[in-house]
Protein backbone atom coordinates (compact mmCIF):
# COMPACT_ATOMS: atom_id res chain seq x y z
CA UNK A 1 0.00 0.00 0.00
CA UNK A 2 2.49 2.53 0.61
CA UNK A 3 6.81 2.02 0.08
CA UNK A 4 9.68 3.21 2.11
CA UNK A 5 11.99 5.94 0.10
CA UNK A 6 15.02 7.37 2.73
CA UNK A 7 15.43 11.97 1.49
CA UNK A 8 18.64 12.91 3.29
CA UNK A 9 18.54 16.33 4.38
CA UNK A 10 20.47 19.50 3.11
CA UNK A 11 23.48 17.52 5.17
CA UNK A 12 25.87 15.62 4.19
CA UNK A 13 28.13 13.58 6.31
CA UNK A 14 29.88 11.16 4.15
CA UNK A 15 30.44 10.41 0.63
CA UNK A 16 27.54 8.06 0.12
CA UNK A 17 25.18 10.30 1.32
CA UNK A 18 26.80 12.69 -1.25
CA UNK A 19 26.45 10.22 -3.57
CA UNK A 20 22.94 9.77 -3.04
CA UNK A 21 22.28 13.68 -2.71
CA UNK A 22 23.53 14.07 -6.23
CA UNK A 23 21.35 11.55 -7.35
CA UNK A 24 18.18 12.98 -5.76
CA UNK A 25 19.12 16.38 -7.38
CA UNK A 26 19.62 17.99 -3.92
CA UNK A 27 21.93 20.76 -3.50
CA UNK A 28 25.12 20.37 -1.64
CA UNK A 29 24.13 21.13 1.61
CA UNK A 30 25.93 23.14 4.54
CA UNK A 31 26.56 23.72 8.14
CA UNK A 32 23.72 26.41 9.71
CA UNK A 33 24.83 28.93 12.52
CA UNK A 34 26.20 27.99 15.49
CA UNK A 35 27.87 25.40 13.77
CA UNK A 36 24.10 23.01 13.49
CA UNK A 37 23.81 20.45 11.15
CA UNK A 38 19.98 19.52 9.66
CA UNK A 39 18.78 16.41 10.68
CA UNK A 40 17.87 13.38 8.31
CA UNK A 41 14.13 12.62 7.51
CA UNK A 42 13.30 9.11 6.62
CA UNK A 43 9.74 8.37 5.50
CA UNK A 44 8.99 4.72 6.44
CA UNK A 45 5.17 4.32 5.13
CA UNK A 46 1.54 5.69 5.75
CA UNK A 47 -0.98 3.61 7.26
CA UNK A 48 -4.91 4.06 7.09
CA UNK A 49 -6.41 4.58 10.86
CA UNK A 50 -9.82 5.19 10.20
CA UNK A 51 -12.51 4.23 6.90
CA UNK A 52 -15.85 4.26 6.23
CA UNK A 53 -17.07 0.97 5.04
CA UNK A 54 -18.01 -0.34 1.77
CA UNK A 55 -21.96 -0.51 2.95
CA UNK A 56 -21.53 2.88 4.06
CA UNK A 57 -20.10 4.26 1.20
CA UNK A 58 -22.50 2.41 -0.97
CA UNK A 59 -25.52 3.78 0.60
CA UNK A 60 -24.33 7.34 0.13
CA UNK A 61 -23.36 6.99 -3.45
CA UNK A 62 -26.03 4.47 -4.86
CA UNK A 63 -29.53 6.81 -4.22
CA UNK A 64 -27.33 9.07 -6.81
CA UNK A 65 -26.31 7.12 -9.39
CA UNK A 66 -28.66 4.35 -9.22
CA UNK A 67 -31.23 4.44 -12.43
CA UNK A 68 -34.33 3.42 -11.11
CA UNK A 69 -37.76 3.92 -12.87
CA UNK A 70 -40.20 6.41 -10.94
CA UNK A 71 -37.61 7.54 -8.03
CA UNK A 72 -37.49 4.50 -6.57
CA UNK A 73 -33.54 4.57 -5.95
CA UNK A 74 -33.99 5.52 -2.64
CA UNK A 75 -35.97 2.65 -1.81
CA UNK A 76 -33.93 0.13 -3.58
CA UNK A 77 -30.70 1.63 -2.12
CA UNK A 78 -32.21 1.67 1.50
CA UNK A 79 -33.11 -2.11 1.27
CA UNK A 80 -30.15 -2.88 -0.48
CA UNK A 81 -27.36 -0.71 1.96
CA UNK A 82 -29.18 0.64 4.96
CA UNK A 83 -30.07 4.13 5.50
CA UNK A 84 -27.99 7.33 3.98
CA UNK A 85 -25.40 8.12 6.31
CA UNK A 86 -24.53 11.24 7.15
CA UNK A 87 -21.45 12.44 4.88
CA UNK A 88 -19.85 13.92 8.02
CA UNK A 89 -18.98 10.63 9.37
CA UNK A 90 -17.35 9.21 6.33
CA UNK A 91 -13.89 11.05 6.62
CA UNK A 92 -10.87 8.65 5.34
CA UNK A 93 -7.42 9.17 8.38
CA UNK A 94 -3.94 7.61 7.85
CA UNK A 95 -0.83 8.22 9.44
CA UNK A 96 2.32 8.97 8.05
CA UNK A 97 5.29 7.59 9.74
CA UNK A 98 8.66 9.18 9.96
CA UNK A 99 12.24 8.86 11.38
CA UNK A 100 14.06 11.38 12.27
CA UNK A 101 17.70 11.63 13.37
CA UNK A 102 19.57 14.27 15.06
CA UNK A 103 23.42 14.55 14.30
CA UNK A 104 24.02 17.40 16.78
CA UNK A 105 25.70 17.60 20.05
CA UNK A 106 22.23 19.52 21.58
CA UNK A 107 18.61 18.64 21.03
CA UNK A 108 16.20 19.82 18.12
CA UNK A 109 12.16 20.05 18.76
CA UNK A 110 9.91 19.81 15.84
CA UNK A 111 8.46 22.82 15.20
CA UNK A 112 6.07 22.76 12.44
CA UNK A 113 4.67 20.42 9.83
CA UNK A 114 4.10 20.51 6.08
CA UNK A 115 1.89 18.03 4.58
CA UNK A 116 0.16 18.04 1.21
CA UNK A 117 -1.46 15.28 -0.67
CA UNK A 118 -2.80 14.90 -4.09
CA UNK A 119 -5.99 12.22 -4.50
CA UNK A 120 -5.89 10.16 -7.72
CA UNK A 121 -2.93 12.50 -9.26
CA UNK A 122 -2.67 10.43 -12.09
CA UNK A 123 -6.40 11.33 -13.22
CA UNK A 124 -8.62 14.22 -14.85
CA UNK A 125 -10.31 14.55 -11.08
CA UNK A 126 -6.99 14.57 -8.99
CA UNK A 127 -7.69 16.46 -5.95
CA UNK A 128 -4.75 18.75 -4.18
CA UNK A 129 -4.82 19.35 -0.80
CA UNK A 130 -2.36 20.98 1.77
CA UNK A 131 -2.07 21.71 5.70
CA UNK A 132 0.31 23.46 8.06
CA UNK A 133 0.51 23.28 11.63
CA UNK A 134 2.90 24.44 14.16
CA UNK A 135 3.38 22.79 17.41
CA UNK A 136 3.61 23.60 21.32
CA UNK A 137 6.79 24.00 22.95
CA UNK A 138 8.00 21.57 25.35
CA UNK A 139 6.64 22.38 28.31
CA UNK A 140 4.32 24.66 27.27
CA UNK A 141 0.63 23.59 29.52
CA UNK A 142 -2.55 24.58 27.73
CA UNK A 143 -1.23 25.35 24.30
CA UNK A 144 -2.91 23.86 21.55
CA UNK A 145 -0.81 24.33 18.91
CA UNK A 146 -3.00 23.48 15.14
CA UNK A 147 -3.07 25.57 12.00
CA UNK A 148 -0.81 27.91 11.03
CA UNK A 149 -0.76 29.54 7.74
CA UNK A 150 2.09 31.57 8.66
CA UNK A 151 4.43 29.02 9.90
CA UNK A 152 5.70 27.12 6.87
CA UNK A 153 7.38 29.25 4.89
CA UNK A 154 10.94 28.86 3.05
CA UNK A 155 12.57 31.42 1.34
CA UNK A 156 14.53 28.68 -0.11
CA UNK A 157 13.65 27.48 -3.70
CA UNK A 158 14.55 23.50 -2.84
CA UNK A 159 12.20 23.73 -0.05
CA UNK A 160 8.32 23.26 -0.21
CA UNK A 161 6.46 25.82 1.78
CA UNK A 162 2.16 26.58 2.10
CA UNK A 163 2.85 28.66 -0.66
CA UNK A 164 3.82 26.27 -3.22
CA UNK A 165 0.39 25.13 -2.92
CA UNK A 166 -1.97 28.16 -3.42
CA UNK A 167 -4.09 25.87 -5.50
CA UNK A 168 -4.96 23.65 -2.71
CA UNK A 169 -8.49 22.44 -1.87
CA UNK A 170 -8.21 24.22 1.73
CA UNK A 171 -10.56 21.57 2.78
CA UNK A 172 -9.39 18.29 1.42
CA UNK A 173 -6.56 17.61 4.02
CA UNK A 174 -6.13 18.24 8.05
CA UNK A 175 -3.56 17.54 10.38
CA UNK A 176 -4.31 16.77 14.08
CA UNK A 177 -1.34 15.99 15.67
CA UNK A 178 1.29 13.70 16.34
CA UNK A 179 0.15 10.08 17.58
CA UNK A 180 1.49 8.12 20.24
CA UNK A 181 -0.80 6.60 22.86
CA UNK A 182 -3.01 4.38 21.29
CA UNK A 183 -5.62 5.26 23.73
CA UNK A 184 -4.32 8.90 23.57
CA UNK A 185 -6.00 11.80 21.15
CA UNK A 186 -3.12 13.07 18.49
CA UNK A 187 -1.02 15.66 20.43
CA UNK A 188 0.14 19.29 19.43
CA UNK A 189 2.84 19.03 21.70
CA UNK A 190 6.25 19.01 20.30
CA UNK A 191 8.73 15.73 20.39
CA UNK A 192 12.61 16.68 20.25
CA UNK A 193 15.20 14.53 18.98
CA UNK A 194 17.70 14.09 21.39
CA UNK A 195 21.54 14.96 20.90
CA UNK A 196 22.79 12.68 18.41
CA UNK A 197 20.09 10.54 18.70
CA UNK A 198 17.15 9.66 17.00
CA UNK A 199 12.75 9.78 16.63
CA UNK A 200 9.75 8.24 15.19
CA UNK A 201 7.18 10.73 14.55
CA UNK A 202 3.69 9.45 13.51
CA UNK A 203 1.78 12.27 12.40
CA UNK A 204 -2.41 12.02 11.79
CA UNK A 205 -3.78 13.06 9.12
CA UNK A 206 -7.45 13.13 7.60
CA UNK A 207 -9.46 13.56 4.03
CA UNK A 208 -12.23 15.39 4.93
CA UNK A 209 -15.65 14.27 3.27
CA UNK A 210 -16.86 17.73 1.26
CA UNK A 211 -14.04 17.14 -1.14
CA UNK A 212 -12.81 13.15 -0.97
CA UNK A 213 -16.61 12.13 -1.54
CA UNK A 214 -17.02 14.59 -4.70
CA UNK A 215 -13.46 12.33 -6.26
CA UNK A 216 -14.78 8.91 -5.10
CA UNK A 217 -18.30 9.82 -7.03
CA UNK A 218 -16.81 8.98 -10.26
CA UNK A 219 -15.87 5.47 -9.06
CA UNK A 220 -19.03 5.04 -8.18
CA UNK A 221 -20.64 6.36 -11.26
CA UNK A 222 -18.73 3.55 -12.89
CA UNK A 223 -20.26 1.07 -10.65
CA UNK A 224 -23.47 1.89 -11.06
CA UNK A 225 -24.63 -1.52 -12.31
CA UNK A 226 -23.43 -3.32 -9.38
CA UNK A 227 -24.75 -0.96 -6.68
CA UNK A 228 -28.57 -1.81 -8.08
CA UNK A 229 -27.35 -5.48 -7.62
CA UNK A 230 -26.40 -4.77 -4.19
CA UNK A 231 -22.67 -5.20 -4.98
CA UNK A 232 -20.45 -3.11 -2.95
CA UNK A 233 -17.72 -2.07 -5.19
CA UNK A 234 -13.98 -1.67 -4.18
CA UNK A 235 -13.05 1.90 -3.31
CA UNK A 236 -9.14 3.16 -3.80
CA UNK A 237 -7.82 5.84 -3.41
CA UNK A 238 -4.38 6.49 -5.29
CA UNK A 239 -2.20 9.03 -3.47
CA UNK A 240 1.01 11.12 -3.46
CA UNK A 241 2.21 12.96 -0.50
CA UNK A 242 5.31 15.32 -0.11
CA UNK A 243 5.69 18.33 2.57
CA UNK A 244 8.75 19.69 4.83
CA UNK A 245 9.37 19.21 8.87
CA UNK A 246 10.77 22.19 10.62
CA UNK A 247 13.09 22.18 13.65
CA UNK A 248 13.96 24.49 16.68
CA UNK A 249 17.36 24.83 16.32
CA UNK A 250 17.27 27.96 19.15
CA UNK A 251 19.18 30.72 17.79
CA UNK A 252 20.47 29.09 15.13
CA UNK A 253 16.67 30.25 13.67
CA UNK A 254 14.55 27.01 12.01
CA UNK A 255 15.93 23.98 10.00
CA UNK A 256 13.62 22.76 7.01
CA UNK A 257 13.91 19.10 5.90
CA UNK A 258 11.52 18.34 3.17
CA UNK A 259 10.10 14.96 2.41
CA UNK A 260 8.42 13.31 -0.26
CA UNK A 261 7.45 12.95 -3.09
CA UNK A 262 5.70 9.05 -2.31
CA UNK A 263 3.05 7.67 -4.08
CA UNK A 264 0.68 4.68 -2.94
CA UNK A 265 -3.10 3.69 -2.91
CA UNK A 266 -5.35 3.71 0.28
CA UNK A 267 -7.56 0.37 -0.43
CA UNK A 268 -10.89 1.31 1.79
CA UNK A 269 -11.77 -2.14 3.81
CA UNK A 270 -14.82 -3.38 3.28
CA UNK A 271 -15.40 -3.73 7.01
CA UNK A 272 -14.67 -0.11 7.70
CA UNK A 273 -12.01 1.13 9.94
CA UNK A 274 -12.16 2.36 13.52
CA UNK A 275 -9.18 4.79 14.63
CA UNK A 276 -6.25 3.35 16.33
Known sequence: MSHRRHWSSLLVVSSLSLAACAQLGLPEPSRLAGGIQPPTLTFEQATLARAPSGAQLAAYFC??????????????????????PDPGN??????????????????????????????????????????????CAPGSPGCTGGPDPNACQSSSRDIHSLADYAAAAAPLLSV????????????????QVVAGGNLEVVARMTLQPAEL?????????????????????????????????WFDAGA???????????????VLPVQGLSVL
Not at 217 to 230: H, I, N, P, Y
Open 252 to 266: AGRVAVPWGPTEGTF
Open 176 to 191: AGLTGDPSQAPSMLAP
Open 213 to 245: LAVLRQLAVQSADELKRGHMPTFAIPYRLEGTV
Open 90 to 135: LDVSFDVHFRAANPNQVPLPLSSLLAAVTVFPAAGNQRLGAACVSF
Open 63 to 84: PDVASVPFGGATLLCQGLFGGR
